[in-house]
């Protein structure tokens, strides 16, 4: 499963860990992404969408039509 939001466009960030002799080696920041199922009334059908808990938030605060019609229009298939 890919580490992006399909609401919020998170992905993964990369930066270094830094050890106590100050070495650094690479890692990556991964958001916290989940697979959620919300039934869209005006789709009269569940649609999956993998999320990020901000995108979760953020379909809490706008409702999920407004969002699924959002991402219909930018051309995602859901």
């Not at 580490?3 to 650094?24: D, E, I, L, Y």
């Not at 920041?29 to 919300?38: M, V």
């Not at 379909?59 to 019609?69: L, N």
Request: some cysteine.
């Amino acid at each position: 499963m890919a580490a992006v939001c399909q609401v919020t466009g998170a992905k993964p960030g990369f930066g270094h860990n830094v050890s106590h002799s100050h070495r650094r080696t690479k890692r990556r920041f991964d958001p916290n992404i989940q697979k959620k199922t919300y039934f869209v009334p005006s789709l009269k059908r569940s649609v999956t969408l993998t999320l990020s808990a901000k995108g979760i938030k953020v379909i809490d605060a706008r409702g999920i039509d407004a969002v699924v019609r959002d991402l219909m229009s930018q051309g995602v298939k859901l």
